[in-house]
């Protein structure tokens, strides 16, 4: 799950929506400082997530980095996940640093992401 959420964040990196939709599962969850948005389908999902990337974009965004990252099995098909990133501008400054957590669920086609909650990095959940 750790190469998933990496792999994740890469494509996250590219700022195109459609990059990012097959990790996440149908449906799914966003919580941000914004608000909750239900997404019951991908299509749902490039709506909610296309203001996060253009105002990355305007900022000047080109990547995203886990620093630390906890994973933690609850059952055979559920997940957790808590970790902070640095985001980065194209020349290599630092943007900002951010905590996300997210529920994982297994699937026919793999681990997708069902939840994804935004928060404070001083607020990563530390998984024993």
């Known amino acids: 799950m750790t190469s998933l959420l990496n792999d994740y ?15 996440y599962h149908e449906p799914s969850v966003l919580i941000t400082t914004r608000g909750v948005a239900t997404m019951p389908t991908h299509a ?7 203001p996060l990337m253009d105002g990355l974009r305007a900022r000047g965004y080109a990547r995203s980095e886990f620093t630390t990252l906890n994973v933690k099995r609850l059952s055979a098909t ?35 992401i069902a939840v994804t909650v935004g928060h404070d990095v001083e607020n990563v959940i530390r998984l024993e």
């Open 44 to 50: 749902a999902m490039a709506v909610a997530f296309k």
């Open 9 to 23: 964040a890469r494509a996250y990196g590219k700022l195109d929506v459609q990059a990012i939709l097959p990790y």
């Open 78 to 112: 559920t997940a957790l996940a808590s970790g902070a990133a640095v985001r980065y501008k194209a020349d290599g400054q630092e943007l900002e640093r951010i905590g996300a957590t997210y529920v994982l669920h297994e699937t026919e086609n793999g681990w997708k």
